[in-house]
T-cell receptor, first 114, second 117 residues
Framework: DTGVSQDPRHKITKRGQNVTFRCDPI?????LYWYRQTLGQGPEFLTY????????KSRLLSDRFSAERPKGSFSTLEIQRTEQGDSAMYLC????????????FGPGTRLTVT | AQKITQTQPGMFVQEKEAVTLDCTYD???????LFWYKQPSSGEMIFLIY??????QNATEGRYSLNFQKARKSANLVISASQLGDSAMYFC??????????????FGKGTHLIIQP
């Protein structure tokens, strides 16, 4: 059973560009979560999906942030018109709807906006 | 709103000693879950232990135990017989009632634990 994977692991972009990150959860995990972690802080919850339904998106940081999970498998997180303050680690996690309480995290995508 | 407070930014502990990492929480929910995660320098979050708000027994997982004091709203992590590989950031986290739209975890700022030989 492979773990949660994220791609790319590192992304450097210029301010104003759009970026998209991908997360592949553990197979057959119903729930998928996105978090942002800035230096010296704990992860901050952004949004989550149950299958393809996005159940919580009020925590997305601005309307420049959006996420999709079109077929209930992998998910993408897009940031439009990036700003230097968007530089952070973006973490994805998944969990089973029944049974598991823990969320299994991926290795993260580190975004640097120059 | 949920809040997690970790008051120890950093700790130095001698190898083989036990260590207690502090965590206090604030919530108005009656049903909630408390978690501890470890984040080594590689960056990946590793689940350690979970305690449900209605669990009467303190959770244990190998060398990890969670000292849950509900009335004091504290959920301290105890690591027995610390090892060099325990050096990492440790985060306490909380989740609200299942299905309440609060399924994302709220994390504290973490404690940087360094085990010295």
């Amino acid at each position: 059973d492979t773990g949660v994977s994220q791609d790319p692991r590192h992304k450097i972009t210029k301010r104003g560009q759009n970026v998209t990150f991908r997360c592949d959860p553990i197979s057959e995990h119903n729930r998928l979560y996105w978090y942002r972690q800035t230096l010296g802080q704990g992860p901050e919850f952004l949004t989550y999906f149950q299958n393809e339904a996005q159940l919580e998106k009020s925590r997305l940081l601005s309307d420049r942030f959006s996420a999709e999970r079109p077929k209930g498998s992998f998910s993408t997180l897009e940031i439009q018109r990036t700003e230097q303050g968007d530089s952070a680690m973006y973490l994805c996690a998944s969990s089973d709807l029944v049974g598991d309480v823990e969320q299994y995290f991926g290795p993260g995508t580190r975004l640097t906006v120059t | 709103a949920q809040k997690i407070t970790q008051t120890q930014p950093g700790m130095f502990v001698q190898e083989k000693e036990a260590v207690t990492l502090d965590c206090t929480y604030d919530t108005s929910d009656q049903s909630y879950g408390l978690f501890w995660y470890k984040q080594p320098s590689s960056g990946e979050m590793i689940f350690l232990i979970y305690q449900g708000s209605y669990d009467e027994q303190n959770a244990t997982e190998g060398r990890y135990s969670l000292n849950f004091q509900k009335a004091r709203k504290s959920a301290n992590l105890v690591i027995s017989a610390s090892q060099l590989g325990d050096s990492a950031m440790y985060f306490c986290a909380m989740r609200g009632p299942a299905g309440g739209g609060a399924d994302g975890l709220t994390f504290g700022k973490g404690t940087h634990l360094i085990i010295q030989p």
